[in-house]
């Protein structure tokens, strides 16, 4: 922004001198009105004596403090027709601009700026922050190609102040490119962790929720698990098995890890998914995690020990949580000779609800070496069992692996490693 009215030394074309510095400055919020501020070191400029003559009347009075501003707009369409060149061009600009301001008239300033900028005589940084007040102003305009292409300017300058990058991602969004915006936005992060840097979590948030009104599930599934590893919050968290579990819609054992993820995490404080929880495991099948999941729910206030679910619960768990370990002994030893991979995976599972991680590993990596084994949820499984060992590198690997219905749960569970780092 112009920092001082214009000054006139003199007259004709020695006597113009340099025009004052533009050197805007962002003063909050989208299409903020430019503010003053110090003004920047401008070169001389020469005018054609024709446009010299137009422009020194209209320049004198936009130079005052107070005068007939409206009449000094009158006369710009004279001035604007007199430009013969640059010089002229950038000093036609400038003035407009100038009365733009006195009159506070926004669109009169983007005139202004506009022609400065067409000129090609403003200072880079003076471009640079014209590029972005533009860019705002057609943001709020909602012309999202004409926004895009001021602020990709501004930023390609090296302005930094306000919000290109937010505003360009956005513009994309709004203009119903949502792949496009993701991949703008993807490539800021990827710049920022280059730079050693975080994500923001606003951007993170933002490129799940536009995914997920988007409809794109594995856009979804993806943002969440990015923001859940980049910012492990309880509430980050169930946000990401949320979008999980309502556009995936996962199958029963799928869902049995998410929730035993949520569990994990600390995330899992309503009645209905621990009811779910325990369903999925069946606590006559696995009464020592349903015992674990009981304590849980306590903790978190969704079932209280007057509850006629918990008592009945807690009955089966009592009765039956001291035998499991034999059970899965026996379903063990069988699955050392058996072709079919289920005992190995029955064992796996019993030794995984157990907390033996170290067996379940065991018998997870036997399973996948028999016939009829489902890859997919026996790797999910066996990364499950390295993340509570510790073995973070093996997790990531088995996790890598998981296909289909079950690689958004394995994705979180990932991302779950990438939180610990």
Known sequence: MLRS????????????????????????????????????????????RGFNRVYQPV????????????AARAQLAGVQAAVENADDRFLAGNV???????????????????????????????????NYFLGEWAYEAQNWARARQYLQAARSAGYTDGNADGLIAESYFREGQVAQGLSYLDGLIGQLVAAGQPAPEAWLRRGQAVAVQAGDAAEAANWSARLAAAY??????????????????PDPGAYLDLLRLMTLTNALNDRER?????????PRIMATEAGRVLAAARTAGALSESDPDYARIKAIVDERAPGEPADAANYAAEAASAANARPAVNAADLYLALEDFAKAEEMFQLALTKSGVDRDAVLTRLGMAQVRQGKYAEAK????????????????WSAYVDSTA
């Open 232 to 249: 492990p919050t309880a509430e980050n968290w169930r946000r990401a098995m949320t979008v999980v579990e309502q556009m995936q819609t």
């Open 96 to 130: 407009t601009y100038v009365l733009g301001l006195k009159l506070n008239d926004q669109p009169l300033q983007q005139q202004g700026m506009e022609l400065m900028l067409a000129s090609g005589k403003a200072t880079a940084a003076a471009a640079a922050e014209m």
């Open 274 to 282: 621990f009811a779910r929880y325990l369903d999925a495991i069946d």
């Open 59 to 70: 320049a004198a009075i936009a130079n005052a403090e107070t005068g007939d501003f409206a």
């Open 5 to 48: 009215p214009l000054t006139m030394r003199g007259k004709g074309r020695a006597g113009i001198g340099s025009a004052v510095a533009l050197a805007l400055a962002l003063a909050g919020g989208v299409a903020a009105a430019p503010v003053m501020a110090q003004a920047q070191e401008q070169p001389n400029y020469t005018p054609s």
């Open 397 to 412: 690997a088995s996790f890598a692996q998981v296909s289909g219905t079950r690689a958004a749960v394995a994705r979180l």
